[in-house]
């Protein structure tokens, strides 16, 4: 891990402020806000359009004075009169004012305050500058040349060295251009300096311990050196600032002419924005002690930097498919939203924007990375466009499910809505069409793409999820139709079963005999019509051949069911069953064979008439007991129904089930015992009853005869009496010329027959009274052998005067004598 520094926000805003920053620092420790200092002073994105130039040399040497001349920069300077003292400890860094040129100030090598570790950061140090600048500017002073000063030999000897071990490896020998200052120049001429810096330099690089492959190589393989000599700055300070305007001069020349200090070929090809990356990686490689292998640290630099671009321009990338991914929670969310609105709210050509989007961010990949090693950055490259492609993918997919399964929502209810119907079969597959035809335009509207790579890109996804939604559509569809097929069967079913019921009422009220003989026929009818009609039915809703099949089987089943349901619940009360049983038996015994009800004469034989109707009775039972019935089909039918080839389904259909249990059935045979037994009572009875009529004497008659006579004369008088009269004797005579009299005279004799007793004690009571009376002017005599007759009373002899009659009672007529005389007359009635 590398070790970093982190300025405080005050201090780095002061460095930005001053227009420097420590690079690293003194404890070794790279800074990690290098990177923003960079981009703060707009140099981020110059891509390789830019140069480092570093500057070495002896402690107190006048380095940081001369970059601060040359490239605008304000390195801290040596106060003079406070006499001589480290001011730069470190790697400093700073940008030239006003062109793309990053300036290094680097430590003294002979510093006296690090003392014997001087050595060490030295070599470090040096490293550091080869490896990253394009011009190495070695700051001596120019009486020092040629005096062999130690310092000054060995610091060339380490830059030979260092930049020996640096490039050995690096095929493209990317040369440093040496940019040897002697500050302080008085008398020397600058050629002979410099020709002496080029022996020493020589004699250096042959001294040195080469790799084979460099075993013939010059130090000017390696390095452009070049020579400035700068007057006195103090004894010549107008001559010191003419060259170092000419100096500056040149380091600010443009183009790529042989005297620019900037060839193209010394580039250390390391992209601006990478710049940070690759001095890190160097400074960690050269601090703790590990070789520094250019090449490698330019892949490295190529991985990290590449990755950081990927994943700078996959987050872009991301962010707006994160838009989209919000979108999509927001209309998964607001589920309530009916299908036409959701597609509305969704996002159109999906598929072709987030190509758009991914072509977006490889574009700037490519122009992010097009100065780092091509093979990295297409690797990584394809990791990114992976990633995209994973996201958009998903995203794709997302959209795609919601549609999925809102369309899915749809189509249940209203496929529920389809099936809830009263006629649920009615248009049922061209209404499903329309509904999956809606939907599946919905889902594939969302799931086109114009673009041929994106078409590309998504089909697998589209293709996925389209089956996907196949799949659960239909079965959806087909659940739908199973319950759409179950009610129409069970209405065909229910259907079957009411007209079964009616026909078996009729029956049993006409033929209940034969009732299942005759129910035969006209079942078989209804069941064929019913099967023709579901048939048809059957067809709207689209069911399979040979689904259609299982479904006549099963319904020809649950016909089966039903009728013996609907049989058995219309027996199913005792008292209903009875009353058809006592309707047989009252058919047979009550009525004659023209089905007239029976008025009971003496000699009719009730004992037989009793056994047979009772037989036939017991008869119906046992035959309402089990039902048998056939069903048989047309021949035509099958070929109406399109199933010619299953010819077994509609053979003839037998539904036998037992009706009554042995239990129930001797129950019912009990009470029809009983019923059978009172009706046979009442009938004797009423036999007797007419018998009884039949002896009632002639003067019975010529009584009532004389009784009603003053009854008569007041309906003669009495016009409305009279005319009531007149309508009711035609109707008595019409009644007698029918033979119907005695029909009439039964009813009303059995339903008087209680009060018959209590009438004729009445009569005798009145006859009895009549001996009482005075002998009407008529000459009839009523008056008995009672003692006593009644006091007259003024109502009385009203009565008397109006009627003619005066009645006496005897003192001794008591309810004891009634109630004997009633009870006699009863015994000889
Ligand atoms: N004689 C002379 N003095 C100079 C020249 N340039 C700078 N100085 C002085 O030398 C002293 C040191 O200057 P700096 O620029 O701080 O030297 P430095 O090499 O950066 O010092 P450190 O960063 O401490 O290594 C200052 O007092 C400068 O004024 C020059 O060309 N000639």
Redesign the pocket.
Same mark, same amino acid.
């Given at each position: 891990m590398a070790r970093v520094e982190s300025l405080t926000t005050e201090d780095y805003r002061q460095s930005l402020e001053n227009g420097f920053i420590q690079l690293v620092n003194y404890e070794e420790e790279f800074n990690s806000q290098v990177s923003q200092f960079i981009r703060d002073v707009g140099l981020y994105n110059a891509d390789l359009d830019y140069h480092v130039v570093a500057v070495m &040399?002896?402690? =107190?040497? &006048?380095? =940081?004075? @001369?970059l601060n001349l040359l490239f605008g920069t304000q390195?801290r300077?040596?106060?003079?009169n406070t006499g001589?003292?480290?001011?730069?400890q470190g790697i400093w860094l700073s940008k030239d004012k006003d062109f793309p040129i990053l300036v290094l100030?680097l430590?003294?090598t002979d510093s006296r305050e690090r003392g014997e570790e001087a050595a060490s950061f030295e070599r470090k140090s040096t490293l550091f500058a080869l490896a990253v600048a394009d011009v190495l500017i070695v700051?001596m002073w120019a009486q020092d040349v040629g005096r062999y000063v130690a310092a000054n030999l060995a610091l060339l000897r380490t830059v030979l060295e260092l930049n020996l071990q640096l490039f050995q490896n690096d095929r493209e020998h990317r040369k440093t251009k040496l940019l040897f200052v002697l500050?302080?120049h008085v008398e020397t001429s600058l050629d002979l300096l410099a020709k002496t810096i080029r022996t020493d330099l020589e004699e250096t690089w042959k001294g040195l311990q080469k790799p084979s492959q460099f075993e013939n190589s010059t130090v000017e393989n390696f390095f452009e050196l070049r020579f400035v000599s @700068?007057p006195?700055?103090?004894l010549k300070p107008e001559e010191?600032k003419a060259a170092v305007t000419d100096l500056k001069n040149q380091f600010h020349k443009k183009g790529n002419s042989p005297d620019s200090m900037f060839p193209e070929s010394y580039r250390r090809l390391v992209a601006a924005d990478g710049f940070t990356t690759y001095a890190n990686n160097i400074w960690e490689t050269i601090r703790s002690n590990k070789e520094v292998d250019i090449p490698s640290q330019r892949e490295m630099l190529a991985t990290v930097r590449c990755e950081e671009i990927a994943d700078e321009v996959y987050w872009n990338a991301h962010h707006k498919f994160q838009e989209w991914n919000e979108i999509l929670d927001m209309l998964k969310r607001n589920s309530k939203d009916n299908f036409e609105h959701l597609k509305e709210k969704l996002i159109h050509d999906l598929g072709d924007q987030s190509w758009q989007v991914m072509m977006e961010a490889i574009d700037a990949y490519n122009n992010g990375t097009k100065r780092y090693i091509s093979n990295v950055s297409e690797a990584k490259k394809v990791k990114l466009q992976e990633r995209m492609e994973a996201e958009a993918k998903e995203l794709y997919l997302r959209q795609l499910s919601l549609v999925e399964e809102h369309g899915l929502l749809f189509l249940e209810k209203e496929l529920e809505h389809l099936a809830s119907r009263a006629t649920p079969w009615l248009n049922f597959q061209t209404q499903v069409s329309k509904l999956l035809e809606k939907v599946w335009k919905t889902l594939r509207d969302i799931a086109s793409c114009s673009l041929e790579d994106a078409k590309l890109l998504f089909k697998e996804v589209r293709q996925f999820k389209e089956e996907e939604f196949e799949q659960r559509e239909q079965k959806l569809v087909e659940r739908v139709r199973r319950n759409v097929v179950d009610k129409t069967t069970q209405l065909f079913v229910e259907k079957t079963g009411a007209k079964f019921r009616n026909l078996f009422i009729a029956t049993l009220e006409n033929n209940p005999q034969d009732i299942w003989q005759s129910l035969n026929r006209p079942l078989s009818s209804t069941i064929s019509e019913s099967l023709k009609e579901l048939s048809t039915c059957l067809n709207e809703i689209c069911v399979d051949e040979d689904v259609k099949i299982s479904i006549f089987r099963n319904t020809m089943e649950k016909f089966k069911e039903e009728i013996e349901l609907r049989a058995k619940d219309l027996l199913s009360s005792n008292s209903v069953t009875m009353s058809y049983l006592c309707r047989k038996f009252d058919s047979c015994f009550r009525k004659d064979s023209r089905g007239v009800p029976r008025v009971w004469k003496p000699g009719d034989d009730l004992d037989s008439l009793y056994l047979d109707a009772k037989q036939e009775t017991q008869s119906l039972l046992m035959t309402l007991s089990e039902a048998k019935l056939i069903i048989t089909f047309e021949e035509n039918l099958r070929e109406e129904m399109a199933i010619e080839n299953f010819s077994e389904l509609l053979d003839s259909l037998e539904i036998i089930f037992e009706i009554f249990s042995v239990e129930r059935r001797n129950a019912l045979e009990e009470k029809l015992e009983d019923y059978a037994k009172l009706a046979y009572t009442e009938a004797k009875r009423s036999q007797e009853t007419i018998h009884t009529r039949s002896q009632i004497p002639g003067w019975l008659y010529v009584a009532l005869f004389v009784l009603g006579f003053n009854e008569m004369k007041m309906v003669l008088r009495n016009p409305l009496l009279l005319l009531s009269m007149l309508l009711i004797l035609p109707v008595l005579y019409i009644l007698v010329q029918a033979n119907l009299h005695h029909m009439l005279l039964s009813m009303i004799l059995s339903k008087m027959e209680q009060y018959l007793p209590e009438s004729f004690n009445l009569l005798q009571r009145r006859m009895h009274s009549a001996a009482f009376m005075e002998t009407t002017p008529s000459g009839i005599n009523l008056q008995s052998s009672f003692d006593s007759p009644i006091p007259n009373r003024i109502r009385g002899n009203e009565t008397a005067k109006t009627t003619g009659i005066r009645l006496r009672k005897p003192n001794h007529f008591s309810e004891d004598t009634v109630t004997r005389r009633r009870r006699n007359s009863a015994g000889s009635e």
């Amino acid at each position: 891990m590398a070790r970093v520094e982190s300025l405080t926000t005050e201090d780095y805003r002061q460095s930005l402020e001053n227009g420097f920053i420590q690079l690293v620092n003194y404890e070794e420790e790279f800074n990690s806000q290098v990177s923003q200092f960079i981009r703060d002073v707009g140099l981020y994105n110059a891509d390789l359009d830019y140069h480092v130039v570093a500057v070495m &040399g002896c402690q =107190s040497s &006048g380095k =940081s004075t @001369l970059l601060n001349l040359l490239f605008g920069t304000q390195f801290r300077t040596m106060d003079a009169n406070t006499g001589r003292y480290q001011v730069t400890q470190g790697i400093w860094l700073s940008k030239d004012k006003d062109f793309p040129i990053l300036v290094l100030d680097l430590e003294g090598t002979d510093s006296r305050e690090r003392g014997e570790e001087a050595a060490s950061f030295e070599r470090k140090s040096t490293l550091f500058a080869l490896a990253v600048a394009d011009v190495l500017i070695v700051n001596m002073w120019a009486q020092d040349v040629g005096r062999y000063v130690a310092a000054n030999l060995a610091l060339l000897r380490t830059v030979l060295e260092l930049n020996l071990q640096l490039f050995q490896n690096d095929r493209e020998h990317r040369k440093t251009k040496l940019l040897f200052v002697l500050r302080d120049h008085v008398e020397t001429s600058l050629d002979l300096l410099a020709k002496t810096i080029r022996t020493d330099l020589e004699e250096t690089w042959k001294g040195l311990q080469k790799p084979s492959q460099f075993e013939n190589s010059t130090v000017e393989n390696f390095f452009e050196l070049r020579f400035v000599s @700068l007057p006195h700055m103090v004894l010549k300070p107008e001559e010191f600032k003419a060259a170092v305007t000419d100096l500056k001069n040149q380091f600010h020349k443009k183009g790529n002419s042989p005297d620019s200090m900037f060839p193209e070929s010394y580039r250390r090809l390391v992209a601006a924005d990478g710049f940070t990356t690759y001095a890190n990686n160097i400074w960690e490689t050269i601090r703790s002690n590990k070789e520094v292998d250019i090449p490698s640290q330019r892949e490295m630099l190529a991985t990290v930097r590449c990755e950081e671009i990927a994943d700078e321009v996959y987050w872009n990338a991301h962010h707006k498919f994160q838009e989209w991914n919000e979108i999509l929670d927001m209309l998964k969310r607001n589920s309530k939203d009916n299908f036409e609105h959701l597609k509305e709210k969704l996002i159109h050509d999906l598929g072709d924007q987030s190509w758009q989007v991914m072509m977006e961010a490889i574009d700037a990949y490519n122009n992010g990375t097009k100065r780092y090693i091509s093979n990295v950055s297409e690797a990584k490259k394809v990791k990114l466009q992976e990633r995209m492609e994973a996201e958009a993918k998903e995203l794709y997919l997302r959209q795609l499910s919601l549609v999925e399964e809102h369309g899915l929502l749809f189509l249940e209810k209203e496929l529920e809505h389809l099936a809830s119907r009263a006629t649920p079969w009615l248009n049922f597959q061209t209404q499903v069409s329309k509904l999956l035809e809606k939907v599946w335009k919905t889902l594939r509207d969302i799931a086109s793409c114009s673009l041929e790579d994106a078409k590309l890109l998504f089909k697998e996804v589209r293709q996925f999820k389209e089956e996907e939604f196949e799949q659960r559509e239909q079965k959806l569809v087909e659940r739908v139709r199973r319950n759409v097929v179950d009610k129409t069967t069970q209405l065909f079913v229910e259907k079957t079963g009411a007209k079964f019921r009616n026909l078996f009422i009729a029956t049993l009220e006409n033929n209940p005999q034969d009732i299942w003989q005759s129910l035969n026929r006209p079942l078989s009818s209804t069941i064929s019509e019913s099967l023709k009609e579901l048939s048809t039915c059957l067809n709207e809703i689209c069911v399979d051949e040979d689904v259609k099949i299982s479904i006549f089987r099963n319904t020809m089943e649950k016909f089966k069911e039903e009728i013996e349901l609907r049989a058995k619940d219309l027996l199913s009360s005792n008292s209903v069953t009875m009353s058809y049983l006592c309707r047989k038996f009252d058919s047979c015994f009550r009525k004659d064979s023209r089905g007239v009800p029976r008025v009971w004469k003496p000699g009719d034989d009730l004992d037989s008439l009793y056994l047979d109707a009772k037989q036939e009775t017991q008869s119906l039972l046992m035959t309402l007991s089990e039902a048998k019935l056939i069903i048989t089909f047309e021949e035509n039918l099958r070929e109406e129904m399109a199933i010619e080839n299953f010819s077994e389904l509609l053979d003839s259909l037998e539904i036998i089930f037992e009706i009554f249990s042995v239990e129930r059935r001797n129950a019912l045979e009990e009470k029809l015992e009983d019923y059978a037994k009172l009706a046979y009572t009442e009938a004797k009875r009423s036999q007797e009853t007419i018998h009884t009529r039949s002896q009632i004497p002639g003067w019975l008659y010529v009584a009532l005869f004389v009784l009603g006579f003053n009854e008569m004369k007041m309906v003669l008088r009495n016009p409305l009496l009279l005319l009531s009269m007149l309508l009711i004797l035609p109707v008595l005579y019409i009644l007698v010329q029918a033979n119907l009299h005695h029909m009439l005279l039964s009813m009303i004799l059995s339903k008087m027959e209680q009060y018959l007793p209590e009438s004729f004690n009445l009569l005798q009571r009145r006859m009895h009274s009549a001996a009482f009376m005075e002998t009407t002017p008529s000459g009839i005599n009523l008056q008995s052998s009672f003692d006593s007759p009644i006091p007259n009373r003024i109502r009385g002899n009203e009565t008397a005067k109006t009627t003619g009659i005066r009645l006496r009672k005897p003192n001794h007529f008591s309810e004891d004598t009634v109630t004997r005389r009633r009870r006699n007359s009863a015994g000889s009635e």
